[in-house]
């Protein structure tokens, strides 16, 4: 048995476009037609339904809700503001808070308005500017009500995925457009932490929480060689930390969100540095149970991954971790083998804050559809009635107690 500290996050994490339905504006909307893929359509019906969603979460003792704005829904044509998006928003953070339960608001979860895709997305220089108009819209609203802020969710997901492997909109398979992009997405999250904070000051209210949430893998060597130390050395500081880094040397890093899944097997049999990148392991001698969509289950890799986090000497918040399974007692394994890896972090001197599960609810998995079940709630896609499911309660007894039997 383990105790978490009193004031703990627990909680579970969404994102707009996978669990609102209907974003239209977005441009995974006309993408996923394009594509042919399925659409992610009236997806969960979150934007509706959002009221019973909130006593679902309260009703399971989460006393934090990780969520996104939609950036196509706030600014659905260039320099258009919809005042009733943002009346929306604000009434879901309201409805969060009235339940006391603590908002932590992302800015940028892979999504954007069609109209800037147009102009290049965030290959665009002007991308910064826009980012900035759009966060100071949304900001000086909601500014009073919340605290923690994400700009920009897992930016090395989002430009390897959108821009270098060409496997979500807009498919650009550049690396000139790749290597703009994270510069655009590193500059346009410093110009936002400085904004929000500015908007704070300007308020006159307490100084907001600003961090990004980034995707961080346990890198571990298939084989012990020297090619393979080298790679592992590598990919830790290209992958996990290099903009962990330099978000903090710049100054904009008040706390880390941390999304962990899974474990990148490294194995690497040229000194070519696309092999010391990239070349994962063939024949893997140390197979471990997998989630629905194979990736392994690693629970030791999530203590190795917050220890590394502990020179920045700034709090961390999870602010994803989770699986896609059929089998939900394996979800429950999956929470609570990772949850003991997070207090034995906190026992080792990181300062983790919270816990946000992924997901609150299925919900659209972006280029897999609606087929991986991330959710503590099952949702039926026919009816979209929500079940809890059992790990979710099991999971609640944690966030009641702060005391998880390992
Ligand atoms: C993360 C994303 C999130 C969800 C999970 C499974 O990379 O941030 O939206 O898709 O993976």
Request: include cysteine; aromatic fraction near 14%; hydrophobic fraction near 40%.
């Amino acid at each position: 048995m383990v105790q978490f500290p009193k004031d703990f996050y627990w909680g579970a994490a969404t994102s707009s476009y996978q669990v609102e339905g209907n974003n239209v504006n977005a441009d995974w909307w006309p993408w996923e037609k394009k594509v042919g893929r399925e659409n992610s359509g009236a997806a969960c019906r979150h934007y509706e339904l959002y009221q019973q969603d909130f006593d679902l979460i309260k009703s399971l003792n989460h006393n934090a809700h990780r969520l996104s704005i939609e950036w196509s829904r706030i600014e659905p044509k260039e320099g258009e503001f919809s005042q009733e998006a943002l009346q929306h928003y604000i009434d879901v953070i309201a409805a969060l808070r009235s339940r006391n339960i603590e908002p932590m608001v992302t800015l940028h979860h892979f999504t954007n308005p069609i109209w800037l895709s147009a102009k290049g997305g965030w290959a665009d220089q002007g991308c910064i500017k826009y980012f900035l108009r759009y966060c100071d819209f949304v900001v000086r609203a909601l500014g009073p009500q919340v605290h923690f802020w994400f700009t920009i969710n897992e930016p090395t997901i989002y430009l390897s995925h959108a821009f270098l492997w060409g496997m979500w909109p807009p498919q650009a398979r550049s690396f000139l457009k790749t290597k703009a992009v994270h510069d655009h997405l590193i500059e346009g999250h410093i110009e936002a932490y400085r904004l929000i904070h500015k908007i704070y000051k300007e308020l006159n209210i307490a100084a907001p929480a600003v961090s990004i949430a980034q995707h961080m893998q346990a890198i571990v060597s298939c084989a012990p060689s020297l090619k393979n130390r080298l790679a592992v050395a590598l990919r830790e500081q290209w992958y996990n930390l290099e903009i962990l880094d330099q978000l903090k040397k710049r100054k904009a890093l008040d706390f880390i969100g941390v999304n962990y899944y899974s474990r990148h097997l490294v194995d690497v049999h040229s000194w070519w540095i696309g092999n010391l990148l990239m070349e994962t392991c063939q024949v893997n001698n140390h197979p471990l149970k997998k989630n629905f969509l194979g990736w392994d289950i690693y629970p030791e890799g999530l203590h190795h991954v917050l220890l590394n986090l502990k020179k920045y000497n700034v709090p961390v918040i999870i602010a994803e971790n989770g699986i896609c399974t059929i089998d939900d007692h394996e979800r429950w394994e999956y929470i609570r083998d990772h949850l003991t890896q997070v207090h034995r972090a906190i026992e080792q001197g990181v300062n983790v804050k919270g816990y946000l599960y992924w997901s609150l609810m299925d919900n659209f998995e972006w280029a897999y559809g609606f087929a991986p079940r991330f959710g503590l709630i099952d949702v039926n896609y026919n009816t979209h009635q929500r079940t809890v499911r059992d790990s979710a309660k099991k999971y609640a007894q944690v966030c009641k107690t702060g005391i998880l039997e390992t």
